[in-house]
Structure formats: structure tokens, C-alpha cells
């Protein structure tokens, strides 16, 4: 029944930007605000990577490559998570993935969204 359903990729030039979005159908806010969630991506011939991850604290935390240029937040009356990305480089060509997990039997992946970033 739960589902994450990803929205948001798509083409753009060097130094453009996208917002993807990550929606938790049909998961309760307790369950959303429990879980560990986070943001993947997977580029050609490379394994899948943690790009960003939010702490309990509020905040996230993020991988050095994208440090200053992209930024996760979420809304939990919607139940959905965020990533903007900016400065957007050719590098972060990849399928991205939101993750959320409660526990070892609720680990939710979304099916990926392509972000391409060519000239």
C-alpha cells in the first residue's frame, strides 16, 4: 500500500536546477516522521550512493560533492520530501532515489527519477 512516488527530474543545462520531489503514499505521519529518509543517486558504472540524509535533529547531511548546492527539506502534512538542487553539474547526471525507512520491514524505495545535466 505505501508507496514513494518521485517526481522532478528531467534535462537541464550546467548551472541550471531542479526540484525533485518524493511523496510517502498511503504512509502515516508517525510512520513518516520516524523514519530515516534520505536521497540516492546511481550514475552509469557506479554503484548507488547516499547524497543527502536527514538527521534527527531537522537538519541533513550531505556528501561533499554537493555541499552548497543542494539542500533537502520536507513537509510532513504532506508526507513528501525534497531535494533542490542548484549549480547543477554534468557529475550529478544520475537516477535518484528517495529512501525511507522505520524499520528492518518498513524500508520504502522509490522507483528513481532521471536528472540529466547536459549543455
Known amino acids: 500500500q505505501v508507496q514513494l512516488v518521485e517526481s522532478g527530474g528531467g534535462l537541464v543545462q550546467p548551472g541550471g536546477s531542479l526540484r525533485l520531489s518524493c511523496r510517502a503514499s498511503g504512509m502515516i505521519l508517525s510512520v513518516f516522521s520516524g523514519s530515516s529518509r534520505a536521497w540516492y543517486r546511481q550514475a552509469p558504472g557506479k554503484e548507488r550512493e547516499l547524497v543527502a540524509e536527514?538527521?534527527?535533529?531537522?537538519?541533513?547531511d550531505y556528501i561533499e560533492s554537493v555541499k552548497g548546492r543542494f539542500t533537502v527539506s520536507r513537509d510532513n502534512t504532506r508526507r513528501t520530501i525534497y531535494l533542490q538542487m542548484n549549480n547543477l553539474e554534468p557529475e550529478d547526471t544520475a537516477v535518484y532515489y528517495c529512501n525511507m525507512r522505520y524499520d528492518a520491514y518498513r524500508d520504502y524505495w522509490g522507483r528513481g527519477t532521471q536528472v540529466t545535466v547536459s549543455p
Open positions: 536527514m538527521t534527527s535533529a531537522g537538519g541533513a
